[in-house]
């Protein structure tokens, strides 16, 4: 498979925007893997669809690199449409069922072939543990309709809170039909320009560049990538802080393919050896790639112990 380019944001059609459209998409050239995240954010909600094709993803071991989010005052809601979610507690989550959770908790999933839809939302809720919802919710027609350029946000967040409140989040007083006020210019231009440098997550990712397609200096760039962050729940320092996790994250869910070399994976993954890519790990404060590859594969050999959180 070819790697595609893609637009992290595209202007919506409807004239009253309400929110900033991501998309990071990673197409392996070696192996039939796909991983991609699609989301409307706006500062106090966010939908979102994600697939992980062909892939393992553990955030138990990620997240001893990327601290989850500790973002108070918010909670999430995943609910499945294809392939599996594993919580620490052994239960398994499959197509149809949802789970309700705080955004720390996503350090408890294990994802296998996972393809899921989701909803972050601020809330006063108390929530000190996972809790599964009892009613399952068939997601197809919500999951489709991140892929429809004609459909409106103001729509697709209408459709997506009428989903999870069917399932029984606790959406509170969320209404597609309330929400005010839209992502300015400048904003939308900067999502744009780090756009095309995650297309180039497996070359280049030039600082330099972002900041020429962006129009502003590599200081204004910092300064408003950051604001940009925190206002709309990214859990993300810098521009180049999204591109190391981007290229990090990417590597180790690719290790779940034993059909990949490690050699293979870091020339995906814009390292220029193995041992580039196995010095980013440590860096990261993630066991090497050899172990993070038996930690992730069924029936590895005696797993090596996590290192140490250093925060």
Known sequence: M????????????????????TQQRFVCRR?????????????????????????????????????????MGRLQA???????????????????????????????FRLDNAEFVEIEWTSDEELAAPVRLAHK????????????????????????????RRAGAPLGAHRAEQLQGAPSEREQRIAQAIAGQLDLIGTTADTLVLGEQAGVSPRQLQRIYARLCSTYGMNLA????????????????????TDLSLSEIAGETGYRSPQAMARAFLHAGLPSPSDVRRLLLPGYPTAPSLPRDRS
Do not use: C, K
């Open 2 to 21: 070819s790697r595609e380019t893609h637009s992290w944001l595209t202007a919506p059609p409807e004239a009253d925007r309400v929110a900033i459209r």
């Open 137 to 164: 919710v068939d997601p197809s027609a919500l999951f489709a309709s991140y892929d429809d350029p004609e459909l409106p946000q103001r729509a697709l967040f209408a459709r997506s809170i009428d989903a999870f």
């Open 238 to 257: 810098s521009w180049r802080d999204t591109r190391n996790r981007w290229r990090l994250q990417i590597a180790a869910v690719l290790l779940s393919r």
């Open 78 to 108: 995943f609910m499945m449409m294809r392939g599996s979610l594993e919580l620490d507690d052994s239960a398994v989550l499959g197509p149809g069922d949802t789970v309700v959770l705080r955004p720390v908790h996503q350090a408890l």
């Open 31 to 71: 192996a039939p893997v796909l991983i991609e995240g699609i989301a409307l954010r706006r500062p106090e909600l966010v939908v979102r669809r994600t697939r992980y094709v062909g892939v393992v993803v553990d955030e138990r071991v990620l997240s001893r690199a990327f601290h989850p989010s500790q973002a």
